[in-house]
T-cell receptor
Framework: EAQVTQNPRYLITVTGKKLTVTCSQNMNHEYMSWYRQDPGLGLRQIYYSMNVEVTDKGDVPEGYKVSRKEKRNFPLILESPSPNQTSLYFC?????????FGPGTRLTVT | SQKIEQNSEALNIQEGKTATLTCNYTNYSPAYLQWYRQDPGRGPVFLLLIRENEKEKRKERLKVTFDTTLKQSLFHITASQPADSATYLCALPYYGGSQGNLIFGKGTKLSVKP
């Protein structure tokens, strides 16, 4: 089954404790991206990657890092999480002109 | 900068009626526009894409129009059902962006009452 998987699905952490949210797709897509979704603000793009070793900033990249060492994986790294990064995060993978989204990761930073 | 607006935060309609959702954009001319459906706590699901040279596109009970003069897309669900209740998002590619690099509207929450 074609899909995008994210782990963990839920995470509660404390300020400053580094964390990684993994994203994996099995569709051989070149394009992958990360979004965060907040009430009243909608979906905002954090980072995207057009292919292995090619990444670029989206609308709200501050406080986040990404890497793309393999085509299928696109982890999102929060080196020093802060409470304003509490949000619902989605990874997406695209081919042609349609994006397939993962199930989401709900992150709470206290 | 590019701006995308979905006029209504919420839309309530009766089962069997046609739901019409609006997406307006400013400051550029996208090559295409997409519509997604999102259920609470879940990722958006792609529904339809319409290109700038297409006036209308249909898929089962869904119809999308794209008016590049008005800079507007309309999304219609005919014979609506309670199962159609969800938030619907429109999305456009960033100006000059690569494929899949999208900017999303904030969505319209549709509620279909039996």
């Amino acid at each position: 089954e074609a899909q995008v998987t994210q782990n963990p699905r839920y995470l509660i952490t404390v300020t400053g404790k580094k964390l990684t949210v993994t994203c994996s797709q099995n569709m051989n897509h070149e394009y992958m991206s990360w979004y965060r979704q907040d009430p009243g603000l909608g979906l905002r793009q954090i980072y995207y990657s057009m292919n292995v070793e090619v990444t670029d900033k989206g609308d709200v990249p501050e406080g986040y890092k990404v890497s793309r060492k393999e085509k299928r994986n696109f982890p999102l790294i929060l080196e020093s999480p802060s409470p304003n990064q509490t949000s619902l995060y989605f990874c997406a993978s695209g081919a042609g002109r349609a994006s397939t989204f993962g199930p989401g990761t709900r992150l709470t930073v206290t | 900068s590019q701006k995308i607006e979905q006029n209504s935060e919420a839309l309530n309609i009766q089962e069997g009626k046609t739901a019409t959702l609006t997406c307006n954009y400013t400051n550029y001319s996208p090559a295409y526009l997409q519509w997604y459906r999102q259920d609470p706590g879940r990722g958006p699901v792609f529904l339809l894409l319409i290109r700038e040279n297409e006036k209308e596109k249909r898929k089962e009970r869904l119809k999308v129009t794209f008016d590049t003069t008005l800079k507007q897309s309309l999304f219609h669900i005919t014979a609506s059902q309670p199962a159609d209740s969800a938030t619907y998002l429109c999305a456009l590619p960033y100006y000059g962006g690569s494929q899949g690099n999208l900017i999303f509207g904030k969505g319209t929450k549709l509620s279909v009452k039996p």
